[in-house]
Every structure is written in structure tokens, then in C-alpha cells.
């Protein structure tokens, strides 16, 4: 055998074809890659108490709920929502509810036993956005109440939002009536007019009605464009009306 032959099984193996498979055949299946479920953000809470036993309660509430993520005690700086919760409001708590509005930028709500009448004013004041009885503090409720704080928003039993709208008409009685004033952007006397504007009176016809001139009614009505950066009365109109000021 000369040196430029190979051997046979060598030269086999070199071009041995690559094995296709047939049509249709099955192909070995790709390894599969777990999918990681991603967890919903959650709300940064910090829970505050009178003593260990209300606190512990609450706790163990949120603690299960994926919503929610309890914070120590040196995480609080960080809370989205702090909660404090109490047998009732007593001038102690009021003054913790005034601390922690200083001390967080989050929102707060009070989980309370006992709920005097009067109490409402004082809460406003210390910034609490939403209240729970406590004998209604199951965890759909706790939740629901922290994540309405976390959107903005407020939470308050029946009872006491009577009471507040109660004080609210209380004020536009004995503090705006007699001055004229409403709690809307207008006055009384603003309203009536744009009332008549979108009735089709003209300004003669306004002035008429209402016994001031029509410089008065021109002045006034022009008043109005002007502070709220309207273009012409017939938008005037349509922004008081979209807003319920008429």
C-alpha cells in the first residue's frame, strides 16, 4: 500500500453522510424553561398600636394578603400607608395621629374601637383619610381600606360621612351664606347669573331679573372668564355646568 492511500475504514468514516431524519419523524422536544410568575407590586404598610395585642392583630391580618408588605419598624420612612389602631380616640392618639402626619409622607388611617361624636373634626385635622371600626376590621376590609388609602382615596363608615356632610351644610350656612360665598368657585351671585346666561337671558334681560345694571352684569360675568381662564360666556356656562356649580 503506497502512501497516498488512507485505509477504507478510515476514509468511510470521513464521508460518512449526516443522518437526516425523516419527514415527520418526531424531534426531541426543547428543554422547557420554568415561568416565573411575577408578583404584583405591593403596598408598603408600617402598623402602628396602643399595645401588643391590637397590633398583633392587625398584623396577622395583612401579614397573609400578597397585597400588602409589612414593614419593621425601621422601614416606616417608607410607608405608602400607616395605620394606627386604638380602642378609641382619646387626646393621646390625636397627638400620635399629628406625629406621624409630620413624621410620613404616606397616607393614614385609624382602625378604631369607640368612636365619639366630635371625633370627626379632630381626624380631618390630623390628616387621616379613612377610618375602620375595628369590630369591622376583618382582612378583606383591612385591605380594601389600605389599598384605598395607597389610590388616593378615603374610607369612612356611613355614619360618619352623614356627620361630616352634616358639618359641611352646617358651614355653608352660618359661614358662607350670609357673605355670599358658596363652597363651589363661585359666588352666589356669579351662580344666578351664569344660571340665567344658560337659561338664553341676555344681559339686559339678566339685569332685569336680578336688579343690578348691566354694567354690573357685564362686570360680573366678565369676572368669571377672566379667573378661571374661560373664553366667552357660552363656556363659562358649560364649565359650571360640568362641574355641578349650576
Do not use: W
Not at 34 to 59: H, M, N, W
Amino acid at each position: 500500500m503506497t502512501s497516498t492511500e488512507a485505509p477504507r475504514s478510515e476514509a468511510a468514516t470521513t464521508h460518512r453522510p449526516p443522518v437526516v431524519p425523516r419527514s415527520g419523524s418526531a424531534r426531541p422536544a426543547a428543554p422547557r424553561v420554568p415561568v416565573q410568575k411575577r408578583r404584583p407590586a405591593q403596598i408598603p404598610v408600617a402598623v402602628y398600636a396602643e399595645d401588643l395585642i391590637l397590633q398583633t392583630g392587625v398584623v396577622q391580618q395583612l401579614r397573609q394578603r400578597p397585597e400588602v408588605e409589612l414593614l419593621s419598624e425601621d422601614e416606616a420612612g417608607r410607608a405608602e400607608v400607616s395605620l394606627l389602631v386604638v380602642d378609641a380616640l382619646t387626646e393621646a392618639v390625636a397627638e400620635h395621629l399629628r406625629r406621624l402626619r409630620l413624621a410620613t409622607s404616606g397616607r393614614i388611617g385609624l382602625v378604631v374601637g369607640q368612636f365619639e361624636a366630635g371625633g370627626l373634626q379632630t381626624i380631618v385635622e390630623c390628616g387621616v383619610a379613612a377610618v375602620l371600626r375595628r369590630s369591622e376590621a376583618d382582612q378583606d376590609r383591612l385591605v380594601h381600606l389600605v389599598t384605598a388609602l395607597a389610590n388616593g382615596e378615603g374610607v369612612m363608615p356611613g355614619d360618619l360621612l352623614g356627620e361630616l356632610l352634616d358639618r359641611i351644610g352646617m358651614l355653608q350656612r352660618t359661614m358662607l351664606d350670609g357673605r355670599g360665598l358658596t363652597l363651589s368657585t363661585l359666588t352666589a351671585r356669579e351662580t344666578e347669573m351664569l344660571r340665567l346666561v344658560a337659561d338664553g337671558f341676555d344681559t339686559s334681560e339678566i339685569a332685569a331679573k336680578t336688579s343690578y345694571s348691566e354694567r354690573t352684569v357685564k362686570n360680573v360675568l366678565h369676572e368669571i372668564i377672566t379667573r378661571l381662564g374661560l373664553r366667552n360666556r357660552a363656556h363659562a356656562v358649560g364649565y359650571a355646568m360640568r362641574r355641578g356649580l349650576i
